[in-house]
């Protein structure tokens, strides 16, 4: 993987924070002057919440953030101080949050782990393990909500005012194949035949149409061995942490949404199950979003997956979720990057580990 500082650069840019802002903003407002069922007194429903919920919300959030800075830790062998982490943590999450979400902010994590003194190698393996986790999070997890959530998970809905039976079906099986086999190939690259993939590789590139790519393509296969090999001799003990903790950072990251609705309105338990279970399916869908973190997507499909547990609480709701789950880290990402910048360009370069 070729680092390009300018072209890093270009993503992490505070600048960009307000491109995903106006979208976001945009269908929010479209929505509100389009949309009857929303009136203008919904507004003032955001002082209906229960301020234990949203504490608890917001509490929330945070677990899952701190659950993000120790798999970055654990991950890294503790090479990162807790104070790096942060850091690392921060951009990021603003990487992701202004890149699409198909895109995702993978190169730009190399970057800045690189820029923290881990060696190429070890920081592209550190992210592809990461990237693979959260994958196998919902590759795995998606099949086991939709049997708790069974006849639940999908709701009847309406998409873009197409009525287009189990559209948001389509949608759904759509991209969860594409991660499902993304996920699957690069697992077994990574983790059994890393050589066999490069082969694969060269093999397919070879094709005269696609030939100019074949170079690009065996760098990427170096990269995937490199990355493996990096891996290979990790204890259970790493494992097992790297494992529970990206189970606890989703599960919070969707907790926070559950917190939220009980704030408006009084769910039972297998409602609990519901939102819960369709935050993953709604995830899945975002993730083919054009839109820099999903901006407008999210805010569509927030409506079409939780309109039936919130009353006239939807749009209110919609706007906080967005408000603690994403807008926090563009900001914060602004903030913290030219300390960061300072830090890892004109301070003492670190030794690299």
């Not at 389009?34 to 002082?47: E, H, Y």
């Not at 942060?86 to 699409?100: H, M, Q, R």
């Not at 994958?135 to 939709?146: E, K, M, S, T, Y």
């Not at 077994?188 to 082969?199: C, M």
């Amino acid at each position: 993987m070729r680092l390009d500082n300018k072209e890093i650069f270009k993503t992490l840019n505070p600048n960009k924070v307000w491109i995903p802002v106006l979208i976001g903003l945009g269908i929010v407002f479209l929505m509100f002057y389009t949309d009857p069922s929303i009136k203008k007194a919904d507004l003032r429903s955001v002082f209906d919440a229960s301020s234990l919920s949203i504490c608890i919300a917001i509490l929330v959030i945070f677990m899952r953030d701190a659950g993000y800075v120790f798999r970055i830790r654990e991950i890294t062998d503790k090479r990162l101080t807790w104070i790096r982490s942060i850091y690392v943590i921060i951009l990021w999450e603003f990487a992701s949050a202004v890149t699409p979400s198909i895109v995702g902010g993978t190169a730009v994590a190399v970057f800045i782990l690189h820029k923290e003194g881990i060696k190429l190698g070890k920081s592209i393996a550190f992210v592809m393990l990461t990237a693979i986790m959260d994958n196998l999070f919902f590759v795995i997890g998606a099949p086991i909500v939709l049997f708790f959530a069974q006849g639940s998970i999908f709701p009847d809905s309406k998409v873009l005012e197409l009525r287009l039976e189990n559209s948001l079906q389509y949608i759904f099986w759509f991209s969860y194949s594409l991660y499902a086999l993304y996920s699957m190939v690069m697992a077994a690259a990574l983790f059994y035949r890393p050589r066999v993939f490069k082969w694969v590789l060269l093999k397919i590139f070879s094709i005269r149409w696609i030939k100019k790519w074949k170079y690009n393509a065996g760098e990427y296969g170096n990269q995937i061995m490199e990355s493996s090999k990096e891996l290979q001799g990790k204890s259970a003990k790493y494992w097992l942490l790297i494992i529970s903790s990206t189970i606890f950072i989703w599960s919070s990251r969707y907790l926070m949404l559950n917190a939220l609705i009980s704030a408006y309105e009084s769910l039972s338990l297998i409602d609990h199950v519901i939102v819960f279970a369709r935050q993953i399916i709604m995830w899945i869908v975002m993730m083919i979003s054009p839109t820099p973190g999903s901006s407008g997507t999210a805010e569509f499909f927030f409506a079409q997956f939780f309109n039936e547990f919130l009353t006239n609480y939807t749009f209110v709701t919609s706007i906080l979720w967005r408000m603690f789950s994403y807008y926090p880290y563009l900001f914060l990402g602004a903030i913290f990057l030219p300390r960061w910048i300072r830090q890892v360009f004109f301070s003492k370069k670190r030794e690299e580990a």
